[in-house]
């Protein structure tokens, strides 16, 4: 059964192989809209096993499939991000290699979403998973994110590097005299979330 039909009957979910033999055309069939990413979400849901195979295509060299894989996992990641857990992970020294500016944004927002359960939640489950040396994988990513092209991924980005800060205080100085120096030029997204970001850097 495609998974067209399927996805209009989540009972039939539960045949794994015709998932599998149908993901990339289900997946290119997403549309940029909310309704669209959150009606492929809602299948994720109940079919936690496909996330898996979506990260595959997520870090695909396929662009276009990238950024669509990408779009359904950054709404998974909203309401259900341990169900992206395991498999963020096995990606962690990845993240670079997602180049094309639209799948950027919702790596950058997927990343800041985990790093909430870390140390907003301190959820113990995300916070058994990162280790030392993940956190500064992320730390350099996100840096990296921050000072790259990216508008929205800019200020994901600025709040995950803020979350990190908990555990690394030397970022909290970095981001302050990186917000310091650069307001004034930004983009108007760059400035809201400095803004919201910058009060709480004062004070730590």
């Known amino acids: 059964m495609p998974l067209q039909i399927v996805e209009d009957i ?11 033999e149908d993901l990339q055309a289900w997946v290119a069939g997403t549309l940029v809209s909310k309704t669209s990413r959150l009606q492929k979400a809602g299948v994720i849901f109940s079919n936690p096993g496909m996330v898996a195979p979506l990260f595959n295509l997520a870090f695909s060299p396929e662009k276009l499939m990238s950024y669509k894989a990408l779009l359904i996992l950054e709404q998974v990641a909203v309401k259900k991000p341990e169900y992206l857990l395991e498999s963020y992970h096995a990606f ?23 790093l909430l359960q870390c140390f907003k939640k301190k959820d113990p489950l995300f916070l058994e998973w990162f280790r030392e040396e993940d956190l500064e994988k992320l730390t350099s990513q996100c840096f990296g994110w921050l000072l790259g092209p990216n508008k929205a991924a800019q200020a994901f980005a600025m709040s995950s590097l803020y979350l990190l800060g908990i555990r690394f205080p030397w ?5 302050k005299a990186l917000i310091e120096n650069r307001y004034a030029g930004e983009s108007p997204a760059f400035r809201a979330r400095a803004r919201h970001i910058f009060p709480r850097l004062s004070d730590s």
Do not use: C, G, V, W
Request: aromatic share 0%; hydrophobic share 40%.
């Open 10 to 20: 989540p009972t039939a979910m539960s045949n794994h192989d015709a998932i599998q």
């Open 92 to 114: 962690l020294d990845q993240l670079d290699t997602i180049t094309e500016q639209r799948a950027i944004r919702p790596l950058a927002k997927i990343t800041e979403l985990m």
């Open 171 to 175: 970022i909290h100085t970095e981001l």
